[in-house]
């Protein structure tokens, strides 16, 4: 069902300049990987790397700006099939940056982290993992936001209207309590889109392999934690220099890591 979804959205979709091909065609190329790959199922070493070709071309459909949940969620699909746990996990964060209000990529994100091995006690396991989005945003889409904050606007003005009519102070209660009801929707969604601008003015990046944080750009600087941090891990780039990244954890940890040890997200 998602890809006969993401089927139509490209095609209805209008072009895009797309030097490698028409969208159409890299969309049926990456199809026929992932059904190879999923033909190949019984072998995995035969079908990671058909996997991997299904995922290469659904990023570069992504890349020419077709930023829909399906293909954030074909995308995770295809890396994680491939054996490539941190691309998929940048997948679908760039799927969140889109669409946050998408409870399918919400639901596959939070799946994705519950396959990161991450640490259960200890200072680096609070600073590791990441807490799942919360907030208006994340449960309604602009659209359904619109609909009912135009609902309420039309039920307080139809209250008061009623109200000047009968002279009888329910109506009136009843067009304050719309409208009350309609600033508090405009706050949290205000609030939230805030809080996720906040979140995501950093750039993203995901450890691509088990990887020590170190308090310098360089691998003679102590460790910041005893254990490394482990593959498929989410951080925030604060700096760089000399081949390497100065990063944010979720838990406000921060600490440098070598460039090659990273997968950056391009964003949504």
Same mark, same amino acid.
């Given at each position: 069902?998602?890809?006969?979804?993401?089927?139509?959205?490209?095609?209805?979709?209008?072009?895009?300049?797309?030097?490698?091909?028409?969208?159409?065609?890299?969309?049926?190329? *990456? =199809?026929? &990987?992932?059904? =190879?790959?999923?033909?190949?199922?019984?072998? *995995?070493?035969?079908?990671?790397?058909?996997?991997?070709?299904?995922?290469?071309?659904?990023?570069?459909?992504?890349?020419?700006?077709?930023?829909?949940? =399906?293909?954030?969620?074909?995308?995770? *699909? &295809?890396?994680?099939?491939?054996?490539?746990?941190?691309?998929?996990?940048?997948?679908?964060?760039?799927?969140?940056?889109? &669409?946050? !209000?998408?409870?399918?990529?919400? @639901?596959?994100?939070?799946?994705?982290?519950? *396959?990161?091995?991450?640490?259960?006690?200890?200072?680096?396991?609070?600073?590791?993992?990441?807490?799942?989005?919360?907030?208006?945003?994340?449960?309604?889409?602009? +659209?359904?936001? !619109?609909?009912?904050?135009?609902?309420?606007? +039309?039920?307080?003005?139809?209250?008061?209207?009623?109200?000047?009519?009968?002279?009888?102070? +329910? !109506?009136?209660?009843?067009?304050?309590?719309?409208?009350?009801?309609?600033?508090?929707?405009?706050?949290?969604?205000?609030?939230?889109?805030?809080?996720?601008?906040?979140?995501?003015?950093?750039?993203? @990046? +995901?450890?691509?392999?088990?990887?020590?944080?170190?308090?310098?750009?360089? &691998?003679?600087?102590?460790?910041?934690?005893?254990?490394?941090?482990?593959?498929?891990?989410?951080?925030?780039?604060?700096? =760089?220099?000399?081949? !390497? @990244?100065?990063?944010?954890?979720?838990?406000?940890?921060?600490?440098?890591?070598?460039?090659?040890?990273?997968?950056?997200?391009?964003?949504?």
């Amino acid at each position: 069902m998602t890809r006969a979804v993401l089927a139509f959205l490209l095609l209805a979709s209008p072009a895009l300049a797309s030097p490698g091909g028409s969208d159409a065609d890299a969309l049926a190329a *990456a =199809e026929a &990987a992932f059904a =190879e790959g999923v033909g190949l199922r019984d072998d *995995a070493v035969r079908a990671r790397p058909a996997f991997a070709r299904a995922a290469a071309g659904y990023d570069e459909l992504w890349h020419r700006g077709h930023h829909s949940p =399906e293909l954030a969620l074909n995308r995770a *699909a &295809a890396h994680r099939l491939a054996g490539n746990l941190p691309s998929a996990v940048v997948a679908l964060n760039e799927g969140l940056a889109a &669409a946050p !209000w998408s409870r399918p990529v919400q @639901v596959a994100l939070e799946d994705a982290r519950a *396959a990161v091995a991450y640490p259960v006690a200890g200072d680096l396991a609070a600073q590791c993992r990441p807490a799942p989005a919360t907030g208006v945003a994340t449960r309604l889409s602009p +659209v359904e936001a !619109w609909l009912i904050g135009g609902a309420l606007w +039309v039920l307080a003005c139809g209250g008061a209207a009623r109200c000047r009519m009968t002279r009888r102070p +329910v !109506w009136l209660i009843a067009a304050a309590a719309c409208a009350t009801g309609l600033a508090v929707l405009a706050g949290f969604w205000w609030h939230g889109d805030a809080e996720r601008e906040r979140a995501n003015a950093l750039p993203l @990046v +995901v450890l691509a392999t088990d990887t020590t944080l170190r308090k310098g750009n360089a &691998a003679t600087y102590p460790a910041v934690f005893e254990a490394k941090l482990p593959r498929g891990v989410e951080a925030r780039v604060l700096a =760089e220099r000399g081949g !390497w @990244v100065q990063v944010r954890l979720a838990g406000g940890g921060v600490g440098w890591v070598p460039a090659a040890s990273l997968v950056a997200s391009h964003g949504g």
